[in-house]
């Protein structure tokens, strides 16, 4: 079945140290979107790609990079976690920005 | 900016009865999304709307388009358990991202 996959659904990390959280798609679709959801709110977007093209929100930290190597993987890089960054962290994809969007599980990133 | 208002913010019914939920919005939007999202999972989408006035079922689930393209409601007859979760309307809108609603809370008694 064509999906969305994330990769750990899990991670733990430590303050400050750098963690890297995985996104793979057998969709085929041009966008691929990162975004962080805490404790029941709206998951709020940190950036997209479409196809090469990176589009960054606006109240993005910079702490938060990303990387899209081919169109089938999309990685998001947090380079210095503080606590504040614990969350859940939705990797979503769609073939147009115009048209709905299919989302993965999740990677549920703790900080200690 | 753009804002969705969706209503009720929570619900607690009990298991068999018909559910109603909508989203309303300040804007007109082309496209109506709803999603549910249970704990520990990302979003599912349920229905995708595209023109003004569609209705459009899922199984047990109902969803329709607004005519003035500002508003969607989700109905969900004969509830389960299963049903329990968080269902969020969004537009995918402008600028190539989706503006999501509060969330409804939906849970389901036996």
């Known amino acids: 079945d064509a999906m969305v996959i994330q990769n750990p659904r899990y991670q733990v990390t430590q303050f400050g140290k750098p963690v890297t959280l995985s996104c793979s798609q057998t969709?085929?679709?041009?966008?691929m979107y990162w975004y962080q959801q805490k404790s029941s709110q709206a998951p709020k977007l940190l950036f997209h790609?479409?196809?090469?093209?990176?589009?960054n929100e606006a109240d993005t930290p910079d702490n938060f990079q990303s990387r899209r190597p081919n169109t089938s993987f999309c990685f998001l890089d947090i380079r210095s976690p503080g606590l504040g960054d614990a969350a859940m962290y939705l990797c979503?994809?769609?073939?147009?920005?115009?048209?709905?969007?299919?989302f993965g599980p999740g990677t549920r990133l703790t900080v200690t | 900016g753009q804002q969705l208002n969706q209503s009720p913010q929570s619900m607690f019914i009990q298991e068999g009865e018909d559910v109603s939920m909508n989203c309303t919005s300040s804007?007109?939007?082309?496209?109506w999304l709803w999603y549910k999202q249970e704990p520990g999972e990302g979003p599912v989408l349920l229905i995708a709307?595209?023109?003004?006035?569609e209705l459009t079922s899922n199984g047990r689930l109902t969803a329709q388009f607004g005519i003035t393209r500002k508003d969607s409601f989700l109905n969900i007859s004969a509830s389960i358990p299963s049903d329990v979760g968080i269902y969020f309307c969004?537009?995918?809108?402008?600028?190539?991202?989706?503006?999501f609603g509060t969330g409804t809370r939906l849970q389901v008694t036996l």
């Open positions: 790609y479409y196809d090469k093209d990176f589009n």
């Open positions: 969004a537009e995918t809108g402008t600028a190539s991202k989706l503006t």
């Open positions: 804007s007109i939007f082309n496209t």
């Open positions: 979503a994809t769609s073939r147009d920005p115009a048209y709905e969007q299919y």
């Open positions: 969709l085929n679709h041009n966008v």
């Open positions: 709307l595209y023109k003004a006035g």
